[in-house]
T-cell receptor, first 113, second 110 residues
Framework: DGGITQSPKYLFRKEGQNVTLSCEQN?????MYWYRQDPGQGLRLIYY???????QKGDIAEGYSVSREKKESFPLTVTSAQKNPTAFYLC????????????FGSGTRLTVV | GEDVEQSLFLSVREGDSSVINCTYT??????LYWYKQEPGAGLQLLTY?????DMKQDQRLTVLLNKKDKHLSLRIADTQTGDSAIYFC??????????FGDGTTLTVKP
């Protein structure tokens, strides 16, 4: 079955560490997105990519980095520069002109220890 | 700029209808969506409506769009305890990105 897979489901980061969250899709979608969700808040866009080897900053890109070397994959690195990284991270994908909305992964919960 | 607003909480009794409201600001919005999020999970697309429509019905779900007032609503008929979740309204413009509201937490009491 086609879908979008995020891993790991839970991730713990020590102070000063970089960590990478994985997002893979086999839906042949052109566009991929990373969102951050904090308790009681909506989704805030971190980065998005509409084509391989190209990506744009979203509203809260500071302290994060991404790459899009393959259409299927859009990993997110949370760097040590991100001072408050504890959150629920959601990856999504869509066709560029898709009218049917986004397909979301099941999320990664990142906790700083 | 783009902004989507929703009330944060709604509580209903099982069997009643639920109505979740949303307002948006971008008049160039072409598609509007409702997503459902259960605890610890990702968002699931429930339904969508094009900006040239004013109503869409899909089983227990009815979406109403008032384009003049930029108001969108989701009605869930015969609400069940399994409908308890966070519901997000989202708009999508010709630029391709979606903007999400903060979500409405629906609690269904037996």
């Amino acid at each position: 079955d086609g879908g979008i897979t995020q891993s790991p489901k839970y991730l713990f980061r020590k102070e000063g560490q970089n960590v990478t969250l994985s997002c893979e899709q086999n839906l042949n979608h052109d566009a991929m997105y990373w969102y951050r969700q904090d308790p009681g808040q909506g989704l805030r866009l971190i980065y998005y990519s509409q084509i391989v080897n190209d990506f744009q900053k979203g509203d809260i890109a500071e302290g994060y980095s991404v790459s899009r070397e393959k259409k299927e994959s859009f990993p997110l690195t949370v760097t040590s520069a991100q001072k408050n990284p504890t959150a629920f991270y959601l990856c999504a994908s869509s066709m560029i002109r898709e009218v049917y909305g986004y397909t979301f992964g099941s999320g990664t919960r990142l906790t700083v220890v | 700029g783009e902004d989507v607003e929703q009330s944060l909480f709604l509580s209903v009794r099982e069997g009643d209808s639920s109505v979740i409201n949303c307002t948006y600001t971008d008049s160039s919005s072409t598609y509007l969506y409702w997503y459902k999020q259960e605890p610890g999970a990702g968002l699931q697309l429930l339904t969508y409506i094009f900006s040239n429509m004013d109503m869409k019905q899909d089983q227990r779900l009815t979406v109403l769009l008032n384009k003049k007032d930029k108001h969108l609503s989701l009605r869930i008929a015969d609400t069940q305890t399994g409908d308890s979740a966070i519901y997000f309204c989202a708009e999508r413009t010709n630029a391709g990105k979606s903007t999400f509201g903060d979500g409405t937490t629906l609690t269904v009491k037996p």
